[in-house]
């Protein structure tokens, strides 16, 4: 199974690693901003499954984290755009001024050949959406939307896991 890690950082062309070029940029960009969204999203749902554990008003399970708690929605939507923005800024894509979740420049962008991205997501879905996530990646968008599903699934995965009172784990956890 490639866990986000490998999508940040393991699958890229390493011929571009420490040359400083705007390629190398951009694979490093991808590996930060991906990393702090893995993060965020994970210190998010701790707290919020915290709370739903211990029977706070406004969060029960199911539906469980986050969809029990709005402030951590809107918390995950402003972490989802500020990676959009930082990937598409580094990658050649004119960033993310009206903060609509996709590039402003998609036509300039990086290829993911370019970048060393590989061609395909894998064959993982996520458990909380039921999103799959295999898919070719042609563009920097379904670069970005493969990152975003693998770092889900991965996420979705862990935090089931840690609150097993309040939620099964997920069969979709149980990939290959």
Avoid at 8 to 29: H, M, R
Avoid at 122 to 133: E, F, K, N, Y
Avoid at 157 to 167: Q, S, Y
Wanted: some cysteine.
């Amino acid at each position: 199974m490639n866990l986000p890690n490998e999508h940040y950082y393991d699958l890229l062309n390493p011929a571009e690693f420490t040359t400083g070029s705007d390629v190398n940029k951009c694979q490093i960009a991808i590996g930060k901003a991906g990393t702090k969204y893995l993060q965020t999203k994970s210190k998010l749902l701790r707290s919020c499954w915290a709370n739903v554990l211990a029977g706070k008003t406004g969060f029960t399970a199911p539906p469980g984290c986050p969809d029990t708690d709005a402030k951590t929605v809107t918390k995950l939507a402003q972490a989802e755009q500020k990676k959009v923005a930082a990937i598409c800024k580094a990658c050649g894509a004119g960033g993310d001024d009206d903060e609509n979740g996709a590039c402003d420049l998609p036509g300039s962008a990086f290829t993911p050949a370019q970048i060393g991205f590989e061609p395909t997501c894998p064959d993982l879905t996520v458990p909380s959406t039921g999103t799959p996530c295999v898919s070719n990646v042609t563009s920097l968008a379904a670069l970005i939307t493969c990152v975003d599903c693998v770092t889900d699934f991965a996420i979705d995965c862990a935090a089931d896991l840690a609150v097993p009172a309040a939620m099964p784990y997920p069969a979709e956890c149980n990939a290959p």
